[in-house]
């Protein structure tokens, strides 16, 4: 029977594949370069269309991390003035702030805005599950140009073309309502 410590590890990797694939899958030609990266210097990314972060997932995914070291890298983008921007990995960034870390390992990643916003929504879509607020506010986020092929979207997000037609429909509730 495997160890609790495996069994995370597992997981991890499992995540860690999904997460590679993601990128992968939606943004082409990207070129990566790897490092660690003061804390400080990385704003959180306009694009995170999660609202509500679970502070006892954060906790035990900070312990993880202090017990096991941070397994994926979290994906950044270099801004003009030699900070970053968050593009995947928010939950593992809180992870590191809960333990004070000073630095995290990040994955620069060359993004334009709409791959940013399309990484971000993939990222968090495959990793834990949006409510459908949460997925509208992502999918809102994006440029109309990639709202207008829908089917095209759809398939970059691993969501059937009626589920993107259901998050989309959101625009004509009434902002009270929203």
Same mark, same amino acid.
């Given at each position: 029977?495997?160890?609790?410590?495996?069994?995370?590890?597992?997981?991890?990797?499992?995540?860690?594949?999904?997460? !590679? $694939?993601?990128?992968?899958? &939606?943004?082409?030609?990207?070129?990566?370069?790897?490092? &660690?990266?003061?804390?400080?210097?990385?704003?959180?990314?306009?694009? !995170?269309?999660?609202?509500?972060?679970?502070? &006892?997932?954060?906790?035990?995914?900070?312990?993880?991390?202090?017990?096991?070291? *941070?397994? $994926?890298?979290? +994906?950044?983008?270099?801004?003009?003035?030699?900070?970053?921007?968050?593009?995947?990995?928010?939950?593992?960034?809180?992870?590191?702030?809960?333990? $004070?870390?000073?630095?995290?390992?990040?994955?620069?990643?060359?993004?334009?805005?709409?791959?940013? +916003?399309?990484?971000?929504?993939?990222? &968090?879509?495959?990793?834990?599950? *949006?409510?459908?607020?949460?997925?509208?506010?992502?999918?809102?986020?994006?440029?109309?140009? *990639?709202?207008?092929?829908? $089917?095209?979207?759809?398939? +970059?997000?691993?969501?059937?073309?009626?589920?993107?037609?259901?998050?989309?429909?959101?625009?004509?509730?009434?902002?009270?309502?929203?």
């Amino acid at each position: 029977m495997a160890s609790t410590k495996e069994l995370l590890a597992q997981k991890l990797k499992l995540n860690t594949e999904k997460h !590679q $694939q993601a990128q992968k899958e &939606n943004v082409k030609e990207l070129k990566e370069f790897r490092r &660690n990266v003061p804390i400080e210097d990385i704003s959180r990314s306009p694009y !995170q269309p999660r609202k509500f972060f679970d502070e &006892n997932e954060l906790k035990e995914l900070s312990e993880s991390i202090d017990e096991v070291g *941070l397994l $994926q890298p979290i +994906s950044v983008r270099k801004l003009d003035n030699l900070k970053y921007e968050l593009i995947a990995g928010e939950r593992r960034l809180r992870a590191h702030e809960l333990l $004070q870390k000073s630095t995290i390992e990040v994955i620069i990643i060359d993004a334009s805005d709409e791959e940013a +916003s399309l990484l971000s929504l993939a990222e &968090n879509l495959k990793r834990q599950d *949006l409510t459908d607020y949460e997925i509208f506010v992502g999918l809102s986020v994006l440029d109309e140009k *990639l709202k207008k092929n829908k $089917q095209r979207l759809a398939k +970059s997000l691993g969501l059937n073309r009626e589920d993107m037609y259901k998050y989309l429909s959101y625009e004509k509730l009434p902002k009270e309502i929203l």
